[in-house]
């Protein structure tokens, strides 16, 4: 069982940066696969990125390459997102998840077991 706990949000300007972090309970963090999120209002849950359990695979949305970058450090428990350049389009709920996986990530939402409870970020123009 994972319990995971997103913070970091908030209100920006486009151009801006936030990192948000994932805080993830219990000691078997690091044979989870990690991914992030967004769900902006009316529309589905999308992958933004993902990373696997060593933290030496990523994979991002094309619409997040180049500005967006997911890392984790499993001494800590904590998987992180570093958003640069931030646009109002990227204005939406973000929500970490983790599956057990010895391999990779995915951006298949239906894989991930666990999920975190969100944390808003809005983007003003």
């Known amino acids: 069982q994972v319990q995971l706990v997103e913070s970091g949000g908030g209100l920006v300007q486009a151009g801006d940066s936030l990192r948000l972090s994932c805080a993830a309970s219990?000691?078997?963090?690091?044979?989870?696969?990690m991914g992030w999120f967004r769900q902006a209002p009316g529309k589905e849950r999308d992958f933004v990125g993902g990373v696997n359990w060593s933290g030496g695979y990523t994979d991002y949305a094309d619409s997040v390459k180049g500005r967006f970058t997911i890392s984790r450090d499993n001494t800590k428990n904590t998987l992180y997102l570093q958003m640069n350049s931030l646009r109002p389009e990227d204005t939406a709920v973000y929500y970490c998840?983790?599956?057990?996986?010895?391999?990779?990530?995915?951006?298949?939402?239906?894989?991930?077991?666990?999920w975190g409870q969100g944390t808003q970020v809005t983007v003003s123009s």
């Open positions: 998840a983790a599956y057990r996986s010895a391999f990779g990530t995915t951006i298949d939402r239906r894989k991930y077991e666990y």
């Open positions: 219990g000691r078997t963090f690091g044979i989870y696969a």
